[in-house]
């Protein structure tokens, strides 16, 4: 299995643009998470999905953002406007419905000028 | 909800010398108790992990300890080597979602040659 896939590894944008991150799980994951890790707050949970319905999005930090999985193969974060606070590591992790490890992605490093 | 704490921010010994990392949790009820290590530039990888009813576990050089009175739990390194120079997380699932992680902030190790 080639893990967890996440698109752009690198996105560098302007504030007030739109951006998309993309994330595909391990084939056969139920769970999917995104997090932002950043120097000041860690690692953070933005939101997370069960077999493609969101079941916590108590992280994620304002209406700028949005998450969707529109089947169990895809996922997408975005965050329209963006601002230069948005600037961290997205990183996307899944995990099977049995078993508590979860698999994370190399992360997308954004960059809001 | 659950807040984990970890300390300390940074650490640093000498190869060969043993580290340790603590984390305390508030949850009480939490039952799950994962450690990450992220390598610069990497992802967030599991290393080992620790179940409520279990006091220790061991996986060759790594060790975790749980004291679930005080609501605190340890990871041990021996014999550290400069490879394991690194950025450990821990982590502890609340009982309010047992799928979701909530993160420490973070222990950045430096093993020097």
């Known amino acids: 299995d080639a893990g967890v896939i996440q698109s752009p590894r690198h996105e560098v944008t302007e504030m007030g643009q739109e951006v998309t991150l993309r994330c595909k799980p391990i084939?056969?994951?139920?769970?999917l998470f995104w997090y932002r890790q950043t120097m000041m707050r860690g690692l953070e949970l933005l939101i997370y999905?069960?077999?493609?319905?969101?079941?916590?999005d108590s992280g994620m930090p304002e209406d700028r953002f949005s998450a969707k999985m529109p089947n169990a193969s895809f996922s997408t974060l975005k965050i329209q406007p963006s601002e230069p606070r948005d600037s961290a590591v997205y990183f996307c992790?899944?995990?099977?419905?049995?078993?508590?490890?979860?698999?994370f992605g190399p992360g997308t490093r954004l960059t809001v000028l | 909800g659950e807040n984990v704490e970890q300390h300390p921010s940074t650490l640093s010994v000498q190869e060969g010398d043993s580290a340790v990392i603590k984390c305390t949790y508030s949850?009480?009820?939490?039952?799950?108790f994962p450690w990450y290590k992220q390598e610069l530039g990497k992802r967030p990888q599991l290393i080992i992990d620790?179940?409520?009813?279990?006091g220790e576990k061991k996986d060759q050089r790594i060790a975790v300890t749980l004291n679930k009175t005080a609501k605190h739990f340890s990871l041990h390194i021996t014999e550290t080597q400069p490879e394991d120079s690194a950025v450990y997380f821990c982590?502890?699932?609340?009982?309010?979602?047992?799928?979701?992680?909530?993160f420490g902030s973070g222990t950045r190790l430096l093993v020097r040659p």
């Open positions: 992790a899944s995990r099977p419905g049995q078993g508590n490890e979860q698999f």
């Open positions: 084939s056969g994951h139920d769970y």
């Open positions: 999905f069960n077999n493609n319905v969101p079941i916590d």
């Open positions: 949850d009480s009820a939490s039952n799950y």
């Open positions: 620790i179940r409520s009813n279990v």
């Open positions: 982590a502890a699932s609340p009982t309010d979602s047992s799928y979701k992680l909530i």
